[in-house]
């Protein structure tokens, strides 16, 4: 039976397997051919990404499989939809498999590793990778963006209500837009840094329809202050919050794309004098869902922004002067560990984090450092991501890729050998790590406050936001449209409107058509509520 499993794997298995990393292959090709290219005149980037794609490849596998003896991958996506939280960046189900999968080429192109070497490992990973994606783009009803036609449409109606009924409208030179749009670029230079030059740092996702012409994106930025990463301790202490969200709707711009590394593009380009409305928000694995920051009044959310604004000014300077003195070796340690731990959020969603696991290079990964030099790390990872060249990705003449039309595939399949033959299923549990870099000795920056790491363990264990248990778990949208009218919907409903300025309290009976009624009322000269 073609179900039946051989030499412990099921031939139905090992198909969806391979049609997944082909898959993946072809996203990522396209991702790299479209992507403009950035240089750090600081960090060796190149050398770092394919030391955190080897660093994945030999610990991945046991660090998911340790995560699911608490959580499932499918309820990580369901917590993950329902907030921003850093396996949100590059579309996390993108990052778990390909920086994997990556790893494994590179190693199998060095003839370190066989193709069917590690195939339990491989189908495990790429297995956690589609069962969180697919929860967590359960709205659209796509694996990919790209499945999606470029669109990261992740949230629910009933939290995309609020947002509706809770931004502030702006206009070009009021005090609000200028503090928004000054945050903004504030927070991408910040980020950028923090994460050793990368985005890895900054997500996106979107668009949603605001009528009249308007669209609304959701902008992300990750890992602030005090929390995981230890470079960041006694940095951007100011900050009360480690992750922050501005909703931004935009008039006039149609965003068109909204690819698997979070990256978007809209016509005409997005300008700041087209911004129509904005907010401010956070979220972490404690919190339900969003929760508002300073959205009493545009007076107070204008003040904070100015005030964080000058908290990552300092800040910058701060890590700059840091980072400078570092070596080399610390620099492609830290980078790759910025890269290889965009899962740890897995491991906080569990309440089992801990920083050896996440913020140490692998002993069989750490082998390669030497070969990592400049030269090599820049035209190695060019020729795996891009020019394809390593004899592993060659296919047979007559092949044809389906963006370059050339006889090549940047991510090898599981040879289907293995299901007589056999190989080596695994690289087996974490061998010894190590690092460089000082150690973690601050605080974690939490929605509960700054937390020992026993605290915080301890906290997200033994939480699960309303919306992600039962009986609330599987009512979707679908099922509101014929359920709308029930307690069951309005409460539901409600759970997103706790926090809200406007919303509070009022269910699962109001359409987009309500709420816009409901701000021309409350913009009315003289009016008070929704502004």
Partial sequence: MEGKPVNDVCYRDLLETNEFIRKQSDLTYWLCITRSIQESKLFPVNPY?????????????????????KISAEECGDRAREMSLKINTLNAGWALSNFYLLGREHLVAMGVIRPQDAYEDVMYVVDFARRFNLAFQRNNG?????????????????????????????????????????????LSQYAFLAHCECRIGIHNSGPYNFGDGRQMIMR??????????????????????NN??????????????????????????????????VGLYTSDVLSEGYRP????????????????????????????????????LQMVEAGALVYYSVAKDFAHLAGIYDPEDWFTVDERARR??????????????????????????????YAMSRYSNQAKNMLSTVPYSILADGGAPTVGG??????????????????????????????????????????????????????????????????????????AGRGAGLRRADIEALRRVAEAPGAGGMV
């Fill in 142 to 186: 796509h694996l990919t963006n790209k499945d999606a036609g470029d669109r990261g449409q992740l949230l629910p109606e009933r939290t995309l209500q609020v947002f509706e009924a809770d931004l502030f409208e702006v206009e070009p030179g009021d005090q609000l837009h200028h503090a928004a749009t000054q945050l903004m670029a504030q």
């Fill in 430 to 503: 974490l061998a010894p790590g190590s690092t460089s870099l000082p150690k973690k000795a601050g605080r974690y920056t939490t929605s509960r406050g700054r937390l020992t790491l026993d605290e915080y363990n301890k906290a997200a264990a033994g939480f699960r936001p309303a919306t992600t248990q039962e009986p609330y778990r599987y009512l979707d949208d679908e099922w509101i449209k014929y359920h709308w009218r029930s307690e069951q919907a309005d409460e539901l409903y409600r759970q997103a409107q706790q926090h809200s300025r406007n919303l």
């Fill in 220 to 241: 992300d930025w990750f890992d602030l202050t005090e929390g995981d990463y230890p470079w960041l301790d006694g940095i951007a202490t100011g900050l009360e919050h």
């Fill in 293 to 328: 920051v300073s959205m009493e009044s545009p007076a107070a959310l204008a003040a904070t922004m100015e005030h964080v604004r000058e908290i990552l000014t300092e800040a910058t300077v701060d890590l700059w002067k840091r980072i400078a003195d570092w070596s080399r």
């Fill in 49 to 69: 990404i394919l030391l955190s794609y080897l660093n994945a490849f030999y610990r991945w596998p046991a660090l998911l499989r340790r995560v699911e003896e």
């Fill in 368 to 397: 390669f450092i030497p070969l990592l030099n400049d030269e090599y790390g820049n035209n190695g990872l060019g020729e795996m991501v891009g020019l394809l060249s390593f004899p592993t990705q060659q296919a047979n003449d």
């Fill in 244 to 277: 922050l969200t501005i909703p931004v709707v935009v008039k006039s711009t149609n965003f068109h794309l909204m690819d698997d590394w979070a990256s978007f593009e809209s016509e005409p380009g997005f300008a700041a004098e087209n911004i129509a409305a």
